[in-house]
């Protein structure tokens, strides 16, 4: 089982990234898909979820109307569309896969972004 994110870096306040989560080893489809974020000395917290089919998503308030959540089942891939981000948002981001029935879950190495000018 691997979860994979990839497109973390740095960007200036203000600016846009787009996150990618590349899951291999399980049935993609039958699992719940999260981004979380830790920032350096606080705890992990959860940012966007997707439903397995894509049909429901939900956001943490300090992000809606800027992130967007969205999943490629024929690719196995969730991805974090993240838009005017701010500095305090530089953190590591995390997928999390979560089975819709049984509730076993995995988690990726995670991918950093910072934001700084």
């Known amino acids: 089982v691997q979860l994979v994110e990839s497109g973390g870096g740095l960007v200036q306040p203000g600016g846009s990234l787009t996150l990618s989560c590349a899951a291999s080893?399980?049935?993609?489809?039958?699992?719940?898909m999260s981004w979380y974020r830790q920032a350096p000395g606080k705890g992990r917290e959860l940012m966007a979820s997707?439903?397995?089919?894509?049909?429901?998503?939900n956001y943490a308030d300090s992000v809606k109307g800027r992130f967007t959540i969205s999943r490629d089942n024929a690719k196995n891939m969730v991805f974090l569309q993240m838009n005017s981000l701010k500095p305090e948002e530089t953190a590591v981001y995390y997928c999390k896969a979560v089975r819709v029935i049984g509730a076993r879950e995995y988690w990726g190495q995670g991918t950093q972004v910072t934001v700084s000018s």
């Open positions: 080893g399980f049935t993609f489809s039958m699992y719940d």
């Open positions: 997707i439903s397995s089919a894509g049909g429901r998503t």
